[in-house]
């Protein structure tokens, strides 16, 4: 497994595994904006093909998770936390202080990811997501980086 900086030319790649793993996947004109805008890794496998991925902004010193995903045939295998933690280490290369995201309230699995790899529950926004039946509430998680070395 290779972990790669992400481009346009990967559009095609990242929309598909998007739909295979998010039930509200982002269109393509929302993934063709946040490849030129945004900062992507990606998980090659040994057959070329994209099997994970994080995207992420940044502005100054704090930075948000956009995305991390991992297709499902290779789900815990540990190739989200190597992507997490391959994303903290450069944020805190770059300087970034903090890292947040927001996840919806019943992904257990993704707040254990999270929480394994140093992120805190720092707020909840009530009703944030869409779901099938109303509306899910949204943890806010932080990652203190504080420019450290870890
Ligand atoms: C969340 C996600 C990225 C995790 O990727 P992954 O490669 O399966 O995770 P890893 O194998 O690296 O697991 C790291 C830790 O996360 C937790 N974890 C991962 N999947 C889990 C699951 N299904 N149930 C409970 N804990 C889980 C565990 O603590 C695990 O550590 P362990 O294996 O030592 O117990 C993956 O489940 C996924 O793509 N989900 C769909 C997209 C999504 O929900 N993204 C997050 C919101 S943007």
């Known amino acids: 497994m290779t972990l790669r900086p ?15 793993t998010n039930p509200h996947p ?13 900062h992507g890794i990606g998980a090659i496998d040994d057959d070329g093909v ?21 297709s499902p045939a290779k789900q815990r295998q540990g190739l989200g936390r190597l992507l997490l933690k391959a994303l903290l280490a450069e944020l805190r290369q770059t300087g970034t202080t903090q890292l947040f995201l927001e996840v919806r309230a019943g992904n257990t699995a993704a707040q254990a990811l999270y929480a ?5 529950v720092s707020g909840r926004r009530k009703g944030y997501y869409p779901a099938p039946n109303g509306r899910e509430d949204a943890l806010l998680y932080t990652f203190t980086l504080n420019g450290a070395a870890q």
């Open 6 to 20: 992400l481009g346009p030319d990967d559009l095609d790649l990242l929309v598909a595994l998007d739909a295979a």
């Open 26 to 38: 982002w269109s393509a004109k929302l993934w063709a904006d946040a490849l030129v805008r945004d």
């Open 50 to 70: 994209l099997a994970g991925f994080a995207i992420s902004s940044r502005v100054l010193d704090e930075a948000e998770l956009q995305l991390i995903a991992v």
């Open 116 to 120: 394994g790899c140093g992120g805190e």
